[in-house]
């Protein structure tokens, strides 16, 4: 069973930066794709971003796309999600989740294992 530590959320201003990381434990990191997830009050957890197995592929969701990179390093069994040009409504509980598989899903259910969540707050 995988464990996964999330770190790196805070209180930032709209327009600024964060870097967020996720440490994985507990089974073979390199041989499944890893994702990010997202959920704000009231609403349902949503895809951020994902990444292949080994690290070839990336999918983002349309409202990310291009301010956020997805990445990992499977050397130190860890991933990594780096946002820029941060807005108000990327305010969320920020969650790494490892896949079933090697190949990334955008469902919840393409993921067996799920961190405790950071929060990220970008106040405008």
């Known amino acids: 069973q995988v464990q996964l530590v999330e770190s790196g959320g805070g209180l930032v201003q709209a327009g600024g930066s964060l870097r967020l990381s996720c440490a994985a434990s507990?089974?073979?990191?390199?041989?499944?794709?890893m994702g990010w997830f997202r959920q704000a009050p009231g609403k349902e957890r949503e895809f951020v971003a994902a990444?292949?197995?080994?690290?070839?592929?990336?999918s983002y969701a349309d409202s990310v796309k291009g301010r956020f990179t997805i990445s990992r390093d499977n050397s130190k069994n860890t991933l990594g999600l780096q946002m820029n040009s941060l807005k108000s409504e990327d305010t969320a509980v920020y969650y790494c989740?490892?896949?079933?598989?090697?190949?990334?899903?955008?469902?919840?259910?393409?993921?067996?294992?799920w961190g405790q969540g950071t929060q990220v707050t970008v106040s405008s």
């Open positions: 989740a490892a896949s079933k598989s090697g190949y990334s899903g955008s469902s919840t259910v393409d993921y067996n294992g």
């Open positions: 507990g089974r073979t990191f390199s041989r499944y794709a």
């Open positions: 990444i292949s197995y080994n690290g070839r592929s990336t």
